[in-house]
C-alpha cells in the first residue's frame, strides 16, 4: 500500500521530510520575528517593531511556498507545530544578533536540503530551491547591516533612537 502511495509522488521520503522540517523552520523564523516584534513594541523601538512585523511575514510566505511545493508535487505537507518561542531578549542588540544566527542558521539548512538533493538527483527541488538560496543573501545581508549600525552609530546618548530610526531605510540591492 506506502509503495502505490509512493507512486503518486515522485518526491522521496527524504526530502519530503526535509521539506516538511524546513517548513517548520520558516514558521519558527516568523513566531521569532513576532516576538521580536513584541519586545521592540514594549520597549519603545518603533521602527524596528515594524521591520520585524514585516519580516515575520515574509517567513510566513517562505513557509507556504515550501508547503506549496510539496503539495503540488504530491507529497504530504505538514502544518507545523511551533513551540519555545521565547519573549525576553537581552538588548536591543541581541535581538538584531539572534537575527542574523537565525539567517544563517536557516541557510546552513536550505543548502542542506540542496545537497541531499544533490545525492538524491532530485533536480526538480535543486532548482525550486534556488530561489531560496537567493532569497538567504538578502536576508542576511539585511541582519548583518542592521547590527552594523550599532557600531557604526553606537548606542550611547540618542544612539538607539537613530539606529531604530535608520533599521527601515535598509535595503538589498544585488546590483
Ligand atoms: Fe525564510
Ligand atoms: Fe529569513
Known sequence: MKDLVRLRTSLSEEIEAILNEQIKLEAKSSSIYLSMASWCERNGFDYSADFFFKQSEEE???????????????????????????????????IFEDALIQEIRVTQSINNIVDRCHKLKD???????????????????????????????????????????KIPGITYNPE
Do not use: N
Open 60 to 94: 510566513r510566505k517562505h513557509m507556504l511556498k515550501l508547503f506549496k511545493y510539496i503539495c503540488d508535487m504530491g507529497g504530504k505537507a505538514i502544518s507545523p507545530e511551533v513551540v519555545g518561542i521565547d519573549h525576553e531578549f537581552t538588548s536591543f542588540r541581541g
Open 123 to 165: 533536480y526538480t527541488t535543486v532548482g525550486f530551491m534556488e530561489w531560496f538560496l537567493k532569497e538567504q543573501i538578502e536576508e542576511e545581508y539585511i541582519a548583518r547591516r542592521a547590527l552594523e549600525l550599532f557600531d557604526v552609530i553606537g548606542e550611547e546618548g540618542v544612539g538607539r533612537y537613530m539606529i531604530d530610526k
